[in-house]
């Protein structure tokens, strides 16, 4: 078996949601699967791994058991290839939006509309999940969604527009080519002559400033001018200039991503400084069948480290065991002497 | 050692700093909101801070990967530095900074 990645959308049903694709939801699918439970994860970045691979895939870990050094990409594949016999269903690039009753366990909606009946669902959201940065810019919000604009979903909208993007990021180079050769006039701003972004990209934007074809200023956007959320100018400012406004009917500003605890907090659940407290035999939230395991959750002693997380998913999974399995024996295994076990891993 | 740290509604905050510790864990261990999410890996850009008058020039200079990584910083200014690069010594004693706004 092999993890299976869902299209969105849909009706599943399955023992176990885990909200979450970092390390501790994968590592959660492993101690499920052991005990023959089957899970979904479901997370808003289009690939798992969490913070490991958003934040750090190719720094260094060292305090993995028995791993001397591996990166935060090298623990995300070997745990996929650790998790390949439970076959788990990943919902990858959707936010878990809502949680209700739905019979004895629960159906989570995302943001794709795919729905998903578990009898326990597992809150595994780091941090919280991954959305793009907001600069704090005054009045920008009134702006959201007419001419200010954090991802690129649709490009027709930027037709013939003037677009002005913000950054210095691969998102913010790769859109600025992108959309140039349809805006009406693209314009770059970011705060110094120099960019994180790929060479080959900065290479391509600098030939089409020196062609006139894009414009580029080292600026930082003080302000937003216009009316009923449709933008007309952007004021700038820099040393040289001071404050100058230039005309913009459409604002891309990408300053990469940022956590928030997002839709989890309307899940019902008991919250402590955005955290969730949970018991420390069961990792059970104060909402029976509803668990919390990794970063998110809080309890005397946490410490937000990658090894507690697997402890926290192996406690869980008993007692998901006894919600989903409440007829049987829960019998407690060694992976090195059960056959029953090594059959489900696929070396017996 | 001090570090002087003014916060987002303009109450300053006078820390006992540790030699050794970065800025970023000197105002953590405090409880100033400073979301610092990768945890001083220098990958995220929210432990924004900014280097209040001539101390900007007393810092040693900021790494390549630091500049990089401000290009995904909020409001960034010529004076900003991110706070988990900052290791806290005797001739920092005094530091001031300011914390950075965040993402909305």
Not at chain 1, 28 to 35: H, K, Y
Request: hydrophobic content about 40%; some cysteine.
């Amino acid at each position: 078996m092999t993890e299976r990645v869902a299209a969105p959308g849909g009706i599943h049903k399955t023992d176990v949601v885990i909200i979450g694709a970092g390390p501790i939801g994968l590592f959660a699918v492993f101690e499920l699967g052991l005990l023959d439970l089957k899970s979904h994860l479901i997370d808003i970045l289009d690939r798992p791994g969490g913070q490991c691979t958003e934040l750090y895939p190719e720094k260094p870990i060292y305090d993995i058991p028995g791993l001397v050094e591996v990166t935060g990409q090298g623990l995300t594949d070997r745990l996929m290839d650790q998790i390949k016999p439970f076959g788990a269903t990943l919902h990858v690039g959707q936010m878990a939006e809502s949680l209700e009753k739905a019979g004895e366990g629960w159906r989570i909606t995302t943001d794709a509309g795919t729905q998903i009946e578990a009898r326990v669902v597992v809150v595994a959201a780091g941090g919280g999940s991954f959305t793009p940065k907001k600069p704090p810019i005054p009045g920008i919000e009134s702006y959201e969604n007419t001419s200010v604009f954090y991802a690129v979903r649709k490009m027709d909208r930027f037709r013939d527009k003037i677009v002005v993007i913000a950054g210095g990021g691969d998102s913010a180079l790769d859109w600025a080519l992108n959309l140039q050769p349809i805006a009406k006039r693209l314009v770059l701003v970011h705060h110094r002559d120099g960019f994180r972004a790929a060479p080959d990209s900065v290479n391509k934007m600098r030939a089409l400033v020196a062609e006139g074809k894009m414009e580029f200023h080292v600026a930082s956007i003080k302000s937003l001018r216009g009316a009923e959320g449709k933008l007309q100018g952007v004021v700038l400012n820099n040393k040289e200039r001071g404050d100058y406004e230039i005309p913009g009917e459409m604002l891309l500003p990408f300053f990469g991503l940022t956590m928030k605890l997002g839709p989890v907090a309307n899940f019902g659940i008991n919250l402590h400084e955005n955290l969730i407290p949970v018991d420390t035999s069961k990792f059970e939230s104060n909402v029976p069948g509803l668990f919390a395991i990794g970063d998110i959750n809080t309890y005397p002693g946490k410490l937000k480290l990658i090894l507690s997380g697997f402890h926290e998913g192996a406690l869980m999974a008993q007692q998901a065991f006894r919600y989903c399995r409440p007829n049987e024996k829960l019998r407690f295994q060694y992976t090195t002497s059960s056959s029953s076990l090594q059959k489900k891993l696929g070396v017996a | 050692m001090k570090l002087i740290v003014t916060d987002r509604t303009g109450n300053i905050h006078e820390l006992d700093a540790r030699d050794d510790w970065s800025a970023m864990e000197v105002i953590r261990d405090a409880n100033l909101p400073l979301s610092a999410e990768c945890g001083g890996a220098c990958a995220c850009a929210t432990c924004h801070v900014y280097i209040d008058g001539a101390w900007s020039e007393k810092l040693p200079s900021a790494a390549q990967q630091e500049i990089d990584m401000l290009d995904f910083g909020v409001a960034v200014q010529d004076n900003s530095r991110l706070s988990c690069q900052i290791k806290m010594a005797p001739g920092l004693d005094g530091l001031k900074v300011t914390l950075a706004p965040e993402s909305l």
